[in-house]
């Protein structure tokens, strides 16, 4: 991929946060590219880091006390770790923008649904109150929001967990930024209004090009929305590749492991459980993090492995890679 | 053939009052569970699926009792659970038991495990050897350490206290548990190692599981008939293959349809259901479904559709269902 083509480049991303019992590496050396206009997903399970580097390349973590940020985060060339805070205000919700898993505690419960979404041109545009409001009803109607001009003048608590989602998603999209991180968007949200986030989603995508991080522990997420998946495991990205690719052929055993665990509709084979847990962030082992846990473990996963390419655009950090070479 | 019935579910109701404080007049009701029937043949599991808010939990605890139902009659082994008295319950409620949800919340974090393992046989009287012999054993059959029995919850992963909270379910040698979502707050891989356990032990001690969920693909996995609940009613019943292969009722064909499924070469057909569930507390008339059922006629709004049946061992409650299976045959 050439440079014009990545609007977001993670390089090394480390967060480590002092806790009187000791530090923990969360985020443990990261990389990511994402391009223009795709959908990448975030994949790993609870704890392993995905949250927090979305809040790192956010800079919604690193200025506090214990919080350690390191690495580069380049947002079109741009280091967004060399920012100030005013300067990231200006760039949040304008180039870079966030939602949550719940929508409700993104949602100023004292607001109208209106002049809240109306708050971000507002503040990033020169408008004038009447056009950012105008601007506000038309995003909810982009969103699918049934008679948005009277849904505008309403609080969050008269909407739907749904609704709700979808007025967040209207907020972070109203300057039409250039990258939105999905943070498990549709994990509070049944099946059927599951189904209606992604397919809205994908449709801003289309018609914004907006690229969009989707962060989620669901594997039939990402099989449904996404180009590419990057796998994380213990504060480190252990594979990605397209996501075709990666569910046709996953090549580190903890991606494997995860397919193999997942139950299918219409196969009643075992389901084979990834024995033991994911380790300790203050204690982390020596070496590959999921050798501890891996049925292929051998001496060489003593030793750290670094993410390498292994097929086209499809990148492992795995010994067995190199074992018969 | 009878016998075989461990439960026999009939017209179950359970209403909440909702508003309207000491005025009879604004009165609501929320119909949770609205006149619901179906049977549990021992040693199966049922499966019950559905949205948030459509009464599958709510109907799990009023089967139990754990709930006064409002209406209707709950058969456990041929004797009505809803009309006996609360000092003739408590020997029966030995044999069912509840997995939960939250293996947080369900777990007194100042009990040590023993503790925990042992308050129901001491509710129920077990003399004070066989109960730490018990424990032993519980620990054993639930994958876990013999040392921890004198630790305490927060000591455990979220998958260790789930199988601490099965554990304590199988303390008094229940014959039947309720598993109200009993993975959906662990990991994919954690899953796996719960739902392998509870088929395990199912077979181990001949249970019957009630499977309360929203995850259609591990009920699927663990179930032998399925159950579709929406906005308190029972919509569809049958056996787990026939459910996933000919879904009569169009809910049940837009929920199928509207899991995201982990295979991105799947020939994409999802039918997105337009709107979202109605407030319960104002069903709409008719059938229930039909403000979101993309097959909705005129008699849809008018009439409500009667549960009954379509198939052999098949339950809908759908005006057209023979149309449908006619159209996916």
């Known amino acids: 991929m050439n440079d ?26 990261v990389n990511l590219e994402l391009n223009r206009g795709e959908i990448l997903g975030l994949v790993g399970e609870s704890g392993c880091g995905k949250s927090v580097t979305a809040q790192a390349v956010m800079r919604l973590i690193g200025d506090g006390r214990g919080e350690e940020v390191s690495g580069r985060v380049e947002l079109d060339g741009e280091d967004l770790l060399q920012k100030s805070e005013k300067e990231m205000t200006k760039l949040r919700g304008r180039r870079i923008s966030m939602i949550f898993q719940d929508p409700m505690t993104s949602l100023n419960p004292v607001y109208t649904v209106g002049n809240q979404i109306a708050e971000v041109p507002l503040l990033h545009e020169k408008v004038t109150r009447r056009d950012a409001y105008a601007r506000a009803v038309g995003m909810l109607e982009t969103v699918g929001i049934p008679s948005p001009k009277e849904r505008a003048r309403r609080f969050p608590h008269e909407f739907s967990g749904g609704m709700r989602q979808r007025s967040v998603i209207a907020m972070s999209l109203c300057c039409k930024p250039e990258v939105l991180i999905a943070d498990e968007p549709t994990t509070a949200l049944d099946v059927t209004i599951q189904a209606q986030i992604l397919d809205l989603l994908q449709d801003l995508r289309r018609d914004f090009g907006t690229a969009i991080i989707l962060i989620t522990h669901d594997l039939g997420v990402v099989a449904e929305v996404c180009d590419r998946v990057a796998i994380m495991y213990a504060g480190g990205i252990v594979e990605q590749a397209p996501a075709g690719e990666l569910f046709r052929k996953p090549r580190h055993p903890y991606t494997q492991g995860l397919l193999a665990s997942l139950p299918k509709i219409g196969d009643r084979g075992i389901l084979k459980a990834i024995e033991g847990r994911p380790p300790d962030l203050m204690n982390l082992p020596e070496g590959c993090r999921f050798a501890p846990r891996c049925p292929h473990a051998f001496g060489k996963c003593s030793e750290y492995p670094p993410l390498e390419r292994v097929a086209e655009e499809h990148d492992a950090a795995c010994w067995l890679e190199k074992k018969h070479e | 053939m009878s016998s075989d019935r461990l439960f026999e579910v009939r017209n179950l109701k359970k209403y909440f009052r909702v508003g309207g404080g000491i005025s009879a007049g604004r009165r609501r009701f929320l119909k949770a569970v609205d006149d619901v029937g179906f049977d549990i043949v021992r040693g199966e599991t049922l499966g019950i699926v559905g949205e948030s808010g459509c009464g599958k939990s709510t109907l799990g605890r ?119 979502e009993p993975v959906a707050a662990l990991d994919v891989s954690i899953q796996a190692q719960i739902i392998n356990l509870m088929m395990d032990l199912q077979k181990e001690f001949n249970l019957t599981y009630l499977l309360i969920a929203h995850d259609l693909s591990v009920v699927e996995y663990v179930s032998d008939r399925v159950g579709v609940m929406y906005l308190g009613k029972l919509v569809e019943l049958t056996d787990r293959d026939t459910l996933y292969r000919e879904p009569l009722h169009p809910y049940t064909q837009t929920l199928l349809k509207a899991i995201p499924v982990p295979d991105p070469e799947r020939s994409r057909e999802r039918v997105t259901l337009k709107g979202e569930v109605p407030d319960p507390v104002h069903p709409p008339a008719g059938c229930r479904f039909h403000t979101r059922c993309p097959f909705a006629e005129e008699r849809c709004r008018r009439e409500e559709p009667a549960f009954r049946e379509v198939g052999p061992g098949h339950h809908a409650a759908c005006h057209f269902a023979e149309k449908f299976a006619r159209a996916d045959a």
Do not use: C, W
């Not at chain 1, 480590?16 to 000791?22: A, N, V």
């Not at chain 2, 992963?157 to 099965?166: A, D, L, T």
């Open chain 1, 4 to 29: 014009q083509n990545t609007i977001l480049r993670v390089e090394d991303l480390r967060v480590r946060f002092r806790t009187r019992r000791g530090d923990v590496r969360a985020v443990d050396g």
């Open chain 2, 62 to 180: 009023t089967m139990i009792r754990l709930l006064e139902p409002t209406g209707g009659r709950v058969l456990f082994e041929g004797r009505d659970l809803a009309s006996v008295s609360d000092r003739d319950l408590k020997p029966l409620r030995r044999r069912f038991q509840m997995i939960f949800q939250d293996p947080h919340s369900s777990l007194n974090p100042r009990m040590s495990v023993r503790r925990i393992l042992e308050e129901p046989m001491v509710t129920h009287r077990v003399p004070r050897a066989d109960r730490r012999k018990k424990v032993r054993e519980l620990l054993d059959a639930v994958g876990m350490p013999a040392d921890a029995a004198h630790r305490y919850p927060h000591e455990f992963s979220g998958g260790q206290r789930q199988r601490i909270g099965i554990a304590r379910a199988l303390a008094l040698n229940p014959d039947f548990i309720i598993a109200d």
